[in-house]
C-alpha cells in the first residue's frame, strides 16, 4: 500500500539512478498534478479550466498534501483540453525549473 511517493518504486529508482540527487536533503523532488475543472458550475458550458499545481513530495506525509504547501503554478483556460498542447504551456514552467536547478548547482558547486 502506498502511503506517501517516498513509498513508491518510482522514488526508489530515482534515488538510485540519481544517488547524488537523493543525499543531499536540500533537493527538491516535486510532482505536477492537473485536472479540469468547471469553475462556474455549468455542466454543459464547454468552456474548460486546468489548474496546473506543483507538490513538494520531500515533505512529511501530514504536510505534503496542505495546500499552504502546494504551488499553483498555472491556470489553462480554453475551450477544449489541452490534451498535447499542453506542452505549450509547460514550456515557460520547465524553463524556469530549469533555471532554478541550474543556479542551485552553481550555488552548491561554487
Same mark, same amino acid.
Given at each position: $500500500?502506498?502511503?506517501?511517493?517516498? @513509498?513508491?518504486?518510482?522514488?526508489?529508482?530515482?534515488?538510485? @539512478? !540519481?544517488?547524488?540527487?537523493?543525499?543531499?536533503?536540500?533537493?527538491?523532488?516535486?510532482?505536477?498534478?492537473?485536472?479540469? $475543472?468547471?469553475?462556474?458550475?455549468?455542466?454543459?458550458?464547454?468552456?474548460?479550466?486546468?489548474?496546473?499545481?506543483?507538490?513538494? !513530495?520531500?515533505?512529511p506525509p501530514w504536510?505534503?498534501?496542505?495546500?499552504?504547501y502546494m504551488m499553483?503554478? $498555472?491556470?489553462?483556460?480554453?475551450?477544449?483540453?489541452?490534451?498535447? @498542447?499542453?506542452?505549450? !504551456?509547460?514550456?515557460?514552467?520547465?524553463? @524556469?525549473?530549469?533555471?532554478?536547478?541550474?543556479?542551485?548547482?552553481?550555488?552548491?558547486?561554487?
Amino acid at each position: $500500500m502506498l502511503h506517501h511517493p517516498i @513509498d513508491s518504486p518510482q522514488w526508489i529508482k530515482s534515488n538510485k @539512478d !540519481y544517488p547524488e540527487f537523493g543525499e543531499e536533503a536540500r533537493n527538491l523532488k516535486i510532482a505536477l498534478s492537473t485536472n479540469r $475543472m468547471n469553475p462556474h458550475g455549468i455542466q454543459s458550458n464547454s468552456h474548460n479550466t486546468w489548474p496546473l499545481i506543483l507538490v513538494i !513530495y520531500n515533505l512529511p506525509p501530514w504536510l505534503c498534501m496542505k495546500h499552504k504547501y502546494m504551488m499553483w503554478s $498555472m491556470l489553462i483556460s480554453r475551450p477544449k483540453q489541452p490534451a498535447n @498542447d499542453i506542452d505549450e !504551456y509547460l514550456a515557460p514552467l520547465i524553463k @524556469d525549473l530549469k533555471q532554478m536547478w541550474d543556479t542551485s548547482v552553481e550555488v552548491y558547486d561554487g
